[in-house]
């Protein structure tokens, strides 16, 4: 996974922060330091919901804990941000989201 990537994404959607995090020179660092909470977000969520749905395949737990923590990194970057507890994307669309912010090789 991208963590920093995604966050890379998120940062510059929200214009004003990208802008004062490249003047004050922390874009890398606050990328890095916030790449590393998505993970373990991701992480947290992945046990719970693994731990709550049992009958769900691991790979669809793994989406879906990986939407969880994205929306609530989305909530704390994005001024005005669409993302909503009950928003749910199917793991087609994730991998869309991540394969359109990853970079090519």
Same mark, same amino acid.
């Given at each position: 996974?991208?963590?920093?990537? &995604?966050? %890379? =994404? $998120?940062?510059?959607?929200n214009e004003t922060l990208h802008? /004062?995090?490249?003047?004050? *020179?922390?874009?890398?660092?606050?990328?890095?330091? &916030?790449? %590393? =909470? $998505?993970?373990?977000?991701?992480?947290?969520?992945?046990? /719970?919901?693994?731990?709550? *749905?049992?009958?769900?395949?691991?790979?669809?737990?793994?989406?879906r804990a990986f939407e969880m923590?994205?929306?609530?990194?989305?909530? /704390?970057?994005?001024?005005?941000?669409?993302?909503?507890?009950?928003?749910?994307?199917?793991?087609?669309?994730?991998?869309?989201?991540?394969?359109?912010?990853?970079?090519?090789?």
């Amino acid at each position: 996974m991208q963590y920093k990537t &995604i966050i %890379l =994404e $998120l940062i510059q959607q929200n214009e004003t922060l990208h802008n /004062r995090l490249r003047r004050e *020179r922390n874009l890398l660092a606050t990328v890095e330091r &916030i790449a %590393l =909470e $998505l993970k373990a977000g991701h992480e947290t969520w992945l046990h /719970r919901m693994a731990a709550t *749905r049992p009958d769900e395949g691991a790979v669809q737990v793994y989406y879906r804990a990986f939407e969880m923590a994205l929306m609530e990194m989305e909530e /704390r970057l994005l001024p005005g941000s669409q993302a909503t507890e009950d928003a749910t994307l199917s793991p087609h669309e994730i991998m869309s989201l991540v394969a359109a912010r990853s970079p090519k090789k």
